[in-house]
């Protein structure tokens, strides 16, 4: 059996806690999880978190990453600011499919203060399971990836 890439994993205050879930969740599948923070729930800035992961995605360090804040809202648009990031929130399951399917998402956005841990556990699965369709898609993806050019 091949061994999962590994992921890079941040959030900011309001999401420490489903963080930590979800990063023992993804251990326990045998990913390599690359914890960029916060250590805490001390206060800190999503911007600076999230800026890590999609770096990391950006550089292509890593294929896909996992940002939580409390409503993901922040950290997607942060991470969306970065060539070659497709981050997308996703706080139910068929937006997490979709997100895979259509879109080829390479970082999944989920609100802490919005979803459980057993909501959070089922869309991070959909969300590595679905592989992305390509044809159609594909043609849209690569025009999505010549607005950074602008």
Same mark, same amino acid.
């Given at each position: ?66 940002? %939580?804040?409390?409503? /993901?809202?922040?950290?997607?648009? @942060? ?5 070659? #990031? +497709? $981050?997308? =929130? ?16 390479? %970082?999944?956005?989920? /609100?802490?203060?919005?979803?459980? @841990? ?5 869309? #991070? +699965? $959909?969300? =590595? ?22």
């Amino acid at each position: 059996m091949k061994t999962p890439s590994p992921i890079v994993i941040g959030a900011d205050h309001a999401g420490y806690a489903l963080k930590e879930f979800v990063k023992a969740y993804l251990t326990a599948l045998n990913y390599d999880v690359n914890d960029c923070g916060p250590g805490g729930e001390d206060s800190v800035d999503y911007t600076d978190f999230g800026c890590m992961v999609a770096e990391g995605i950006s550089s292509g360090r890593f294929e896909r990453g996992v940002l %939580i804040c409390g409503t /993901g809202q922040g950290m997607a648009m @942060t991470a969306n600011r970065f060539c070659g #990031v +497709r $981050a997308a =929130l996703c706080n139910d399951l068929f937006s997490a499919i979709m997100s895979r399917r259509h879109n080829n998402a390479n %970082i999944l956005v989920m /609100g802490g203060r919005i979803i459980g @841990t057993e909501l959070a556990k089922e869309i #991070v +699965r $959909a969300w =590595l399971e679905t592989p992305f369709e390509g044809g159609r898609h594909q043609r849209r993806i690569e025009k999505i990836d010549t607005l950074s050019a602008k």
